[in-house]
């Protein structure tokens, strides 16, 4: 399985980005999609997982209520999009897979997924 992040960039503070995530592979869109990011000399931290159905969300607190999670199985991917960005979202942000599925709820701990893209760059200028 090969995932791919796109949609990183510079953005001003207030500004709104939309991350997308490629999934591709052995997949058969039975996974789930966790986001995360890391900022500079910080522990990776979870923002935001869906689960293989789409009907299942659930966020991190840091993010709640400003990030939105969301998928399109007919096009294998998944979008985090972030609006009132602040300087401290500026990170690389992660998105992941999980697949096979080990349950029907979505998690927030790294370890539960089996793949991860490269990380695109997200940068919140003041």
């Known amino acids: 399985v090969h995932v791919v992040e796109s949609g990183g960039g510079l953005v001003q503070a207030g500004g709104s980005l939309r991350l997308s995530c490629a999934a591709s592979g052995s997949t058969s869109e039975t996974y789930h999609v966790g986001w995360f990011r890391q900022r500079s000399g910080k522990e990776r931290e979870f923002l935001a997982a869906?689960?293989?159905?789409?009907?299942?969300?659930f966020y991190g607190d840091s993010v709640k209520g400003r990030f939105t999670i969301s998928r399109d199985r007919a096009k294998n991917a998944a979008y985090l999009q972030m609006n009132s960005l602040k300087p401290e979202d500026t990170a690389v942000y992660y998105c992941?897979?999980?697949?096979?599925?080990?349950?029907?709820?979505?998690?927030?701990?790294?370890?539960?997924?089996?793949?991860w893209g490269q990380g695109t760059q997200v940068t919140v200028s003041s």
């Open positions: 869906i689960n293989w159905s789409g009907s299942v969300t």
């Open positions: 992941a897979v999980e697949w096979p599925v080990k349950a029907m709820g979505v998690t927030q701990k790294e370890d539960e997924y089996d793949y």
